[in-house]
Every structure is written in C-alpha cells, then in structure tokens.
C-alpha cells in the first residue's frame, strides 16, 4: 500500500536561497563529470578546460556590473567575501586609519567583522536609519574624519529589501577619501549595478540568491583609481593571485557566471513580474487592520515584502502558513533566534511588533495562483490568531 504525498507549500523564502535554475544546472553538469580538470593544471586539456570556463564566468560577472575580469576573485560565498573586504581593508590600510562606517541594519556577515575589529581596537560608526530603512546621507556625511578608511552599506536589504542610495555613498566616499565595500548578495543581477558610475570599492555577490548553486561568491576589488589593497585572509596555494587560496570549484564558478548572465538579460521583464506579484499580495494583505509595511514602499527589491501584524504572535502566525508557504520572519542565517529582528528595531518597530513580522520573497517559478492562496492563507491565519486572542481575554 502506497501513502499519497504529501503536497509541498508554496515556496516563499527567496530572499533567503533560491532554487537553482535548470538552465544552470545544465551549464554545471559537464564540469563534474566530462571536464573535471582543476583550472591551475596548465600542462594539459582539462586543465585549459577548466581554466577556460572558469575565465568565461568572470567575464560574465565583471560584465554585470561594469568592472573589468581581473577585478573579480572567487570566495564561497558573500560571507566570505564580506569578511576578505572588511578585514582585508582594515589590515591592509592600518597604517592610514582604524575609522569604519557601517550600519546598523547590515547583514551579520558585515556586522560581525567589524565587531570583530572593534575587539582588535578599530573604531566603528554604525548609522542608524530612517523608518524607511533608508541611511540619511547628511548622516554619513558627518560620520566621515580623517582616520575612516572604509565605508560599508549594503545595496539592498536581505530583511526588508530596501535599495540604498548607492551612487551617493560612493560619491561621499570620494570626497573623503574612504574605500566603499557594498554587500550586493540580495542585489545582483536583479537591480542595474555599475561600480564607475556608483564608485564602488569593493563589491560582495553569491550565486544561491539569484538562482545559482551554494558555497560560490565572489569580491570585486578595484584595480585603478584607487587599486584597492587588500590582505588575505586564506593562505596556500596562492589561487586568484595570491588574494583567495583554495583549488577553484569550477562546477560552481559556472553556475555562478550563468545565474549573473541570465539575470542581467532578463532583468527588466522579470523584475517588472515580480513587482506585480509582490503588489497583488500587499493589496490583498492590506486590507487586514493593523498590518504595517517594513521598509520604502518603492526603493525595494521587487520581489520582496516585509510585514507587521498587529496583535498577533509571530511564531504562532509561522505555524498557521507552515503547510501552505514556505515564508520567515527574517534572515534565515539567524532564523532559529528568538529575539526580535534587528533590522526591524532599527526602523523603530517595537520588539512585539517586529516578532510578529513576515518576510515573503517572491521568486522567478512563482505563479500569480500562488499568490493568491498565500494570501488568503495569511489573512483566515491572522484573523483566526486575533479571534482566539480576543476570546482568551475574556475567559481569563
């Protein structure tokens, strides 16, 4: 006797992974069976395979956002990358500065190297932000002093999608003479990126936020006005000129410049449907009372929406969505957390308010149906948790 399966929920979480693209997968396969050559094996044909399909992803990157291939080095992630920027700046530029600006609604990937300064005797400026989870540039600007030698803000939030004013910061950055590292993981591929026209320093990205495989990212290091210095944090067997060591995953670094390539061509029409649907479900969400949107109504990834219920318990809430969506409260590396989002408490939520928030992210395979159920799920869930909230009141 056969059991019936069980249907899956509705995938909702892409702000914290997304599924791999089949058209990226088809590029990978070969590399892990036909070509399995290590691209730093020069004396034969799957080595120059290797090392060729490898060169072929860094152009592809580099094309995305207008840097050149050389200025790209692979990490495993935008982890990595982050903390190779941050710290490798800090070491590498010691002498000139221990001055960092950041802010406080960053990914932990930022927040934590430069706590991690801090222990070292660094000096860190965290901003606040708006209650629209923008920075205020007057702000920045009068953070800057003589010693700051780096600058991070994130490009878009991971929480609450909200787009930082990115070719602003960086003209700051000029004016003062600081490097300028941005975490663009939530942000490649899906919004337009150019590190001249943004005067970007220091880019992070990883594949696994738009469609490609995990555990591969890279770092754009500037080469020219100014080259960017920065010490390495891995040492061995000197891979990506001396900066990253570590036999490169070819497998990977092929999915990661296929996932940049295809979402740098279909930017426009994709981003234009996600924005529908992340619409079609705020408009059907809102018409519950005390629901608050987190973050610029506008200045957002399109695929993302953060919201606050009021009155209701946010873990109770996860559980009633649990078997048609697959959705979180916040960032899903510290997802298993009980204390309230920091991001969210930066925008001035209070502690209740924030544990009772979801973030949706709306993805590529998602269908406008789905949209619909969601939302019909999260509106009986909120009003059920209210009624039984009322009704528990007034027997005790």
Known sequence: MTSTPTKRPIYLD??????????VLAAMLPYFTDHPGNPASNSHLYGWEAEAAVKQARTAIATAIQATPAEIY??????????????GVAEAYIQRGKHIITVQTEHNAVLEPCRYLESLGFDLT?????????????ELEAAFRRDTILVSVMAANNEIGV????????ALCRRHEALFHTDAAQAIAKIPLNVQTMQIDLMSITAHKVYGPKGIGALYVRRRHPRVQLAAQLHGGGQERGLRSGTLPTPQIVGLGKAVELGLAEQALEQHRLSESRQRLWQQISTLEGVYLNGHPEQRLAGCLNVSFEGVDGAALLLGLQSI?????????????????????ALGRSPSLAQASIRFGIGRFNTAAEIDQVA??????????RSSRVAETLYH
Do not use: M, W
């Open 14 to 23: 892409h702000q914290a992974t997304t599924p791999v693209d089949q058209r």
């Open 74 to 87: 692979f990490t495993s992630g935008a982890t990595e990358a982050n903390n190779l920027a941050i710290k």
């Open 126 to 138: 965290y901003l606040p932000v708006q209650p629209d989870g923008l920075i205020d540039l007057q």
């Open 163 to 170: 787009l930082q004013p990115l070719a602003e910061i960086g």
């Open 325 to 345: 969506a697959a959705v979180s409260s916040g960032s899903a590396c510290s997802s298993a957390r009980v204390t309230p989002s920091h991001v969210l408490l």
């Open 376 to 385: 019909q799920q999260v509106i009986a869930t909120v009003q059920a948790l």
